[in-house]
Protein backbone atom coordinates (compact mmCIF):
# COMPACT_ATOMS: atom_id res chain seq x y z
CA UNK A 1 0.00 0.00 0.00
CA UNK A 2 1.82 3.52 -0.97
CA UNK A 3 1.99 6.13 1.52
CA UNK A 4 -0.47 8.08 0.05
CA UNK A 5 -3.10 5.58 0.39
CA UNK A 6 -1.90 4.91 4.38
CA UNK A 7 -2.12 8.74 4.46
CA UNK A 8 -5.97 9.13 3.02
CA UNK A 9 -6.88 6.01 4.59
CA UNK A 10 -6.03 7.78 8.28
CA UNK A 11 -7.27 10.85 7.28
CA UNK A 12 -10.44 9.78 6.68
CA UNK A 13 -11.03 8.17 10.02
CA UNK A 14 -10.01 11.46 11.78
CA UNK A 15 -12.00 13.59 9.67
CA UNK A 16 -15.53 11.36 10.42
CA UNK A 17 -14.81 12.13 14.28
CA UNK A 18 -14.25 16.09 13.31
CA UNK A 19 -17.20 16.01 11.15
CA UNK A 20 -19.71 14.62 14.06
CA UNK A 21 -18.11 17.65 16.59
CA UNK A 22 -18.88 19.86 13.74
CA UNK A 23 -22.24 18.55 13.70
CA UNK A 24 -21.65 18.94 10.03
CA UNK A 25 -24.00 15.90 9.55
CA UNK A 26 -23.56 16.30 5.28
CA UNK A 27 -19.94 15.68 5.40
CA UNK A 28 -20.46 12.61 7.87
CA UNK A 29 -23.03 11.15 5.36
CA UNK A 30 -21.10 11.80 2.55
CA UNK A 31 -18.11 9.63 4.17
CA UNK A 32 -20.16 6.74 3.76
CA UNK A 33 -21.41 4.54 0.88
CA UNK A 34 -25.35 3.75 -0.24
CA UNK A 35 -24.58 0.48 0.97
CA UNK A 36 -22.46 1.13 4.23
CA UNK A 37 -22.76 -1.08 7.46
CA UNK A 38 -22.83 0.90 11.09
CA UNK A 39 -22.49 -1.61 13.57
CA UNK A 40 -21.93 -1.38 17.53
CA UNK A 41 -22.05 -4.72 19.08
CA UNK A 42 -23.31 -5.64 22.73
CA UNK A 43 -21.35 -7.62 25.18
CA UNK A 44 -22.59 -10.93 25.62
CA UNK A 45 -20.67 -11.76 28.78
CA UNK A 46 -17.57 -9.81 29.95
CA UNK A 47 -15.42 -11.08 27.44
CA UNK A 48 -17.73 -11.87 24.75
CA UNK A 49 -18.85 -9.73 21.92
CA UNK A 50 -22.37 -10.39 20.04
CA UNK A 51 -21.27 -11.44 16.26
CA UNK A 52 -24.46 -11.27 14.33
CA UNK A 53 -26.42 -8.05 14.29
CA UNK A 54 -29.19 -9.56 11.95
CA UNK A 55 -29.72 -12.13 14.79
CA UNK A 56 -28.35 -10.61 17.99
CA UNK A 57 -28.83 -7.80 19.97
CA UNK A 58 -26.98 -4.58 19.18
CA UNK A 59 -26.24 -1.44 20.96
CA UNK A 60 -26.75 0.18 17.35
CA UNK A 61 -26.75 -1.32 13.77
CA UNK A 62 -27.77 -0.15 10.30
CA UNK A 63 -27.82 -1.86 7.61
CA UNK A 64 -27.10 1.18 5.06
CA UNK A 65 -26.51 4.49 4.94
CA UNK A 66 -30.34 5.17 4.86
CA UNK A 67 -30.60 4.21 8.63
CA UNK A 68 -27.77 6.94 9.32
CA UNK A 69 -29.65 9.79 7.19
CA UNK A 70 -33.09 8.75 8.82
CA UNK A 71 -31.02 9.04 12.69
CA UNK A 72 -29.46 12.56 10.72
CA UNK A 73 -33.06 13.41 10.16
CA UNK A 74 -34.29 12.71 13.86
CA UNK A 75 -30.80 14.77 15.25
CA UNK A 76 -31.68 17.80 13.31
CA UNK A 77 -35.54 18.11 13.23
CA UNK A 78 -35.23 17.29 17.41
CA UNK A 79 -37.20 14.95 16.89
CA UNK A 80 -35.18 12.69 19.22
CA UNK A 81 -36.24 13.98 22.52
CA UNK A 82 -33.12 12.01 24.10
CA UNK A 83 -30.67 14.32 22.10
CA UNK A 84 -32.13 17.18 22.71
CA UNK A 85 -30.37 19.38 22.91
CA UNK A 86 -27.37 17.78 21.17
CA UNK A 87 -24.42 17.44 23.32
CA UNK A 88 -20.72 19.03 22.46
CA UNK A 89 -18.19 16.23 22.16
CA UNK A 90 -14.74 16.40 21.23
CA UNK A 91 -13.59 12.30 19.09
CA UNK A 92 -9.80 11.85 20.15
CA UNK A 93 -8.82 8.66 17.44
CA UNK A 94 -5.57 6.74 17.96
CA UNK A 95 -4.82 4.61 14.43
CA UNK A 96 -3.22 1.18 15.43
CA UNK A 97 -3.01 -1.16 12.18
CA UNK A 98 -4.19 -0.60 8.70
CA UNK A 99 -4.02 -3.10 6.42
CA UNK A 100 -5.64 -4.37 2.59
CA UNK A 101 -8.14 -7.26 2.07
CA UNK A 102 -8.30 -9.97 -0.78
CA UNK A 103 -10.96 -7.18 -2.44
CA UNK A 104 -8.56 -4.08 -2.22
CA UNK A 105 -10.79 -2.99 0.96
CA UNK A 106 -8.54 -0.65 3.63
CA UNK A 107 -8.93 -2.42 6.86
CA UNK A 108 -8.37 0.64 9.68
CA UNK A 109 -8.11 -0.28 13.38
CA UNK A 110 -8.01 2.00 15.94
CA UNK A 111 -9.01 3.12 19.56
CA UNK A 112 -11.52 5.90 20.13
CA UNK A 113 -12.64 8.13 22.89
CA UNK A 114 -15.24 10.35 22.71
CA UNK A 115 -15.87 13.17 25.54
CA UNK A 116 -19.23 14.71 25.97
CA UNK A 117 -20.78 17.34 27.81
CA UNK A 118 -24.77 18.26 27.73
CA UNK A 119 -26.92 19.69 30.29
CA UNK A 120 -23.97 20.46 32.66
CA UNK A 121 -23.06 16.77 32.66
CA UNK A 122 -19.75 15.51 31.03
CA UNK A 123 -19.69 11.54 29.94
CA UNK A 124 -16.62 9.45 28.38
CA UNK A 125 -17.09 6.62 25.76
CA UNK A 126 -14.54 4.88 24.99
CA UNK A 127 -12.90 1.48 22.79
CA UNK A 128 -11.89 0.08 19.28
CA UNK A 129 -13.27 0.57 16.43
CA UNK A 130 -12.57 -1.01 12.33
CA UNK A 131 -13.40 1.02 9.43
CA UNK A 132 -13.24 -0.69 6.13
CA UNK A 133 -12.71 1.48 3.32
CA UNK A 134 -13.29 1.06 -0.65
CA UNK A 135 -11.99 3.75 -3.21
CA UNK A 136 -14.92 4.83 -5.09
CA UNK A 137 -14.41 7.57 -8.12
CA UNK A 138 -11.03 8.75 -6.67
CA UNK A 139 -12.12 8.99 -3.17
CA UNK A 140 -11.73 6.29 0.00
CA UNK A 141 -15.62 5.84 1.35
CA UNK A 142 -16.59 3.74 4.52
CA UNK A 143 -18.51 0.70 3.35
CA UNK A 144 -17.99 -1.06 7.56
CA UNK A 145 -18.03 0.60 10.45
CA UNK A 146 -17.61 -1.92 13.41
CA UNK A 147 -17.75 0.21 17.11
CA UNK A 148 -16.72 -1.73 20.14
CA UNK A 149 -17.81 0.42 23.28
CA UNK A 150 -15.43 -0.66 26.50
CA UNK A 151 -17.36 1.10 28.89
CA UNK A 152 -20.83 -0.62 27.82
CA UNK A 153 -22.58 1.19 31.35
CA UNK A 154 -24.57 3.20 29.62
CA UNK A 155 -25.33 6.00 32.01
CA UNK A 156 -28.27 7.82 29.70
CA UNK A 157 -27.76 8.06 25.67
CA UNK A 158 -25.64 6.46 23.14
CA UNK A 159 -26.13 7.80 19.79
CA UNK A 160 -24.10 7.93 16.60
CA UNK A 161 -22.40 11.12 18.21
CA UNK A 162 -21.08 9.19 21.50
CA UNK A 163 -18.97 7.14 19.31
Not at 89 to 117: G, L, P
Not at 130 to 136: K, S
Request: negative net charge; contains cysteine; charged residues 25%.
Amino acid sequence: MSPELLAAARDVVALEGWLIDQRDWDGWLALYTEDAQYWLPCWDDEYTLTDDPETELSLIYYNSRAGLEDRVFRLRTERSLASTPLPRTCHMINITKITEDKDRNIIVHSNWTTHAYRLSQAQCFFGQQTHTLRMIDGELKITKRKVVVANDRIPNVLDIYSV
